[in-house]
């Protein structure tokens, strides 16, 4: 249900950005479709490494949380509200995660967390107005995501050994917020678009299942993306 929900406000904000009329025709913004890859992080009080002795399996330890690559695609509209600024909602599908290093009893091996997200951001952008073809502007606001698929793999020697379902330790709702800069390029019939941005989760990701004990670990994802408009 939530995938199906999700992929009819993709397909719903994409057609909008493409139907015709009076206010595109006088060139009140443009839509499209990114693409882009990230470095997917954590932080938080609860993402450092820790290690202990199992009196049956032996020493155990675990390294602190770290980045892992990514992607993420998906499709914007930018309303224009005049020359400097404009509103941009964006519905992306996006995955994050980590990576710790695991020995246990001298045998060194990988965890590795992979989370896909659909993401909604809504940002507020400012443009800097040029007589060039290139425009550039910043942008923040918030976004709001929703958890599509968690899973978590075990490799030894970089051969994945097995994968699990974690569903039951991550919330199904992850909210942020998004900041960076982009350049919009005209190309003549289109707008070749880039931006850099950086969005970092502001509650934890992780469910314990015991109210008595809190961890906190948020996600951090800088990303690098591109993409093609067409003006309206």
């Not at 009329?21 to 609860?46: H, L, M, N, P």
């Not at 964006?90 to 659909?118: C, H, M, N, P």
């Not at 880039?194 to 509650?203: C, N, P, T």
Request: charged share 20%; aromatic share 10%.
């Amino acid at each position: 249900m939530r995938i199906g929900t999700c992929l009819g406000v993709l397909i719903l904000l994409f057609g909008l950005s493409l139907v015709p009329g009076t206010a595109f025709a006088e060139g009140r913004g443009s839509g499209g479709v990114k693409i882009g890859i990230s470095a997917a992080g954590q932080y938080g009080a609860d993402t450092g490494g820790f290690a202990y002795v199992d009196e049956e399996i032996g020493e155990i330890r675990v390294s602190d949380m770290e980045s892992t690559t990514g992607f993420m695609f998906g499709v914007f509209v930018q309303y224009k509200i005049n020359n400097v600024i404009s509103l941009q909602p964006e519905v992306f599908f996006t995955r994050k995660g980590t990576v710790q290093q695991i020995e246990i009893a001298g045998i060194s091996a990988e965890t590795r967390w992979r989370l896909d997200y659909v993401e909604a951001p809504i940002l507020l952008r400012l443009s800097l107005p040029t007589k060039l073809s290139v425009v550039p502007s910043i942008f923040g606001g918030p976004a709001l995501a929703i958890a599509i698929s968690s899973r978590q793999g075990i490799g030894i020697h970089e051969t994945w050994e097995y994968e699990i379902n974690i569903e039951e330790i991550v919330q199904d709702n992850d909210f942020g917020v998004v900041v960076g800069g982009a350049l919009n390029i005209d190309v003549g019939p289109a707008l070749v678009v880039v931006d850099g941005r950086y969005s970092f989760g502001l509650v934890s990701w992780y469910i314990t299942g015991d109210e008595d004990i809190d961890v906190e670990i948020k996600h951090r994802v800088g990303s690098i993306m591109v993409g093609v408009a067409s003006p309206f």
